[in-house]
């Protein structure tokens, strides 16, 4: 455990789409958002590192059981600690960083989802609980606040879905639930082998038109009370439904298509956000 995670923890600044929604937060909560951001990286490098699944296993439990020991400041491993500071400061259930764990887990035990009531619960897992992890980190009086942070979440993940079909397949996991790859009769052979057909296009579109509704039902529970608080949640909000735009635009043609935001355009769209909130 102790040589891939120290690796980890000494590796853990990444940049993501994530990155420019932080700017514009205080910086208390902008280092609260990234200490839980960090935490979520080291985490996940668990579950893709190149190692055997059972190894991976143990390594992910010893991370479950070090995350306990860091809510009473006792793991060996700092940013434990700290996350607990934050945690007992924004009052954040611990149970949100459990479930993202059970979500990464899944990843260990599951390559493959019968249909999307399964795949709705991976979602939730591994991105819904950062969305609400989030919320309580921005604040916020209203509830309907924590249904926003579920679906805009969910909405975010389909999207990462369908962009990374491709990358996916080159670790043997499909996420598109195979009861729409039935409904589309779409081989998984295409998929592996990189290959665009009209169904494979049909089925994508479909996967697409899931995440087009939970952005909407997302935009609908954020109250206009709550807009400025949530400045962060918007900007990624934007950026992924950039994304998700981009997509369609490329005829769902995911295997040879660039879906990535160039920094100037997640400028653009950070800026467009704050004017709109100011």
Same mark, same amino acid.
């Given at each position: 455990?102790?040589?891939? $995670?120290?690796?980890?923890?000494?590796?853990?600044?990444?940049?993501?789409?994530? =990155?420019?929604?932080? %700017?514009?937060?205080?910086?208390?909560? *902008?280092?609260?958002?990234?200490?839980?951001?960090?935490?979520?990286? %080291?985490?996940?490098?668990?579950?893709? +590192?190149?190692?055997?699944?059972?190894?991976?296993?143990?390594?992910?439990?010893?991370?479950?059981?070090?995350?306990?020991? !860091?809510?009473? !400041?006792?793991?060996?491993?700092?940013?434990?600690?700290?996350?607990? $500071?934050?945690?007992?400061?924004?009052?954040?259930?611990?149970?949100? /960083?459990?479930?993202?764990? *059970?979500?990464?887990?899944?990843?260990? =035990?599951?390559?493959?989802?019968?249909?999307?009531?399964?795949?709705?619960?991976?979602?939730? *897992?591994? +991105?819904?609980?950062?969305?609400?992890?989030?919320?309580?980190?921005?604040? @916020?009086?209203?509830? +309907?606040?924590?249904?926003?942070?579920?679906?805009? &979440?969910?909405?975010?993940?389909?999207?990462?879905?369908?962009?990374?079909?491709?990358?996916? +397949?080159?670790? &043997?996991?499909?996420?598109?639930?195979?009861?729409?790859?039935?409904?589309?009769?779409?081989?998984?052979?295409?998929?592996?082998?990189?290959?665009?057909?009209?169904?494979?296009?049909?089925?994508?579109?479909?996967?697409?038109?899931?995440?087009?509704?939970?952005?909407?039902?997302?935009?609908?529970?954020? %109250?206009?009370?709550?807009?400025?608080? /949530?400045?962060?949640?918007?900007?990624?909000?934007?950026?992924?439904? @950039? $994304?998700?735009?981009?997509? *369609?635009? #490329?005829?769902?043609?995911?295997?040879?298509?660039?879906?990535? %935001? =160039?920094?100037? #355009?997640?400028?653009?769209?950070?800026?467009?956000?704050?004017?709109?909130?100011?």
């Amino acid at each position: 455990m102790e040589a891939l $995670i120290l690796s980890d923890l000494l590796n853990y600044n990444s940049k993501s789409n994530f =990155t420019i929604a932080f %700017v514009f937060l205080p910086k208390n909560k *902008r280092d609260a958002i990234n200490l839980v951001y960090n935490w979520c990286k %080291v985490s996940d490098s668990i579950v893709d +590192a190149e190692l055997p699944n059972d190894r991976k296993k143990q390594f992910l439990h010893s991370w479950v059981v070090e995350f306990e020991k !860091g809510l009473l !400041g006792n793991s060996q491993y700092p940013i434990l600690n700290k996350l607990s $500071i934050v945690i007992r400061k924004f009052q954040i259930p611990t149970e949100y /960083f459990l479930d993202l764990l *059970r979500g990464m887990e899944m990843d260990l =035990t599951k390559n493959r989802y019968n249909n999307f009531d399964e795949l709705e619960i991976y979602c939730y *897992r591994v +991105a819904s609980t950062v969305g609400l992890i989030c919320a309580k980190i921005f604040g @916020y009086k209203n509830e +309907a606040i924590e249904k926003y942070a579920i679906q805009l &979440g969910k909405a975010l993940q389909i999207t990462n879905i369908i962009r990374d079909i491709k990358q996916d +397949a080159t670790k &043997g996991r499909i996420y598109i639930p195979l009861e729409d790859l039935q409904k589309f009769n779409v081989n998984e052979k295409d998929i592996f082998e990189n290959r665009m057909s009209d169904n494979l296009r049909k089925c994508i579109n479909c996967q697409w038109e899931r995440a087009n509704n939970y952005f909407l039902e997302a935009d609908n529970l954020l %109250v206009v009370d709550e807009k400025k608080g /949530f400045l962060a949640a918007q900007i990624m909000e934007e950026v992924y439904y @950039y $994304i998700l735009l981009k997509i *369609r635009e #490329n005829n769902y043609d995911v295997f040879t298509s660039n879906l990535k %935001v =160039t920094s100037y #355009n997640k400028f653009k769209i950070a800026i467009s956000c704050w004017w709109k909130n100011r």
